[in-house]
């Protein structure tokens, strides 16, 4: 069982959901249907926020809110996240960069990088609401 804490949560509280597809805990996770969310899929315009535990499908899964948050991701396969860089969604609930200025006119971007990583390695990032 994967757990997941945010880096930095500033007294914001996670929230609870059902699980539409199986769920590791650190994954990005969007809306999928009503009242549920699964793994983000790339450039996913529904993001919520990252999942707090593993969860099975049709489970219930925590998930800490992508807005004012600090959170600590894997970055998407063969990609690199530089500070200051936009955070956007990777395949299968990962992070990847973006221009910001691209990411904000699509409305894709959901953080900022505070750190830099190379894949497999974990970024850190600000989440925006």
Known sequence: MADYSPVYAAG?????????????????VETTTTGAVG???????????????DTASGGRVTV???A????E???????????????????????NTVAVGAG????TIIGQATT???APNKVRFVGRG
Do not use: M, Y
């Open 116 to 118: 830099t990583a190379t």
């Open 73 to 95: 991701i894997v970055v998407v396969a063969a990609a690199t996240v530089t500070v200051g860089d936009g955070v956007i969604a990777g395949t299968a609930g990962t992070v």
């Open 39 to 53: 793994p983000a899929a790339a450039a996913s315009l529904r993001c919520v926020g990252v999942a707090a535990n």
């Open 68 to 71: 004012n948050v600090e959170h």
């Open 12 to 28: 914001i509280l996670p929230f609870t959901k059902t699980a539409s597809a199986a769920i590791t805990g650190g994954q990005v």
């Open 104 to 107: 904000s006119a699509a409305g």
């Open 64 to 66: 800490w809110p992508l």
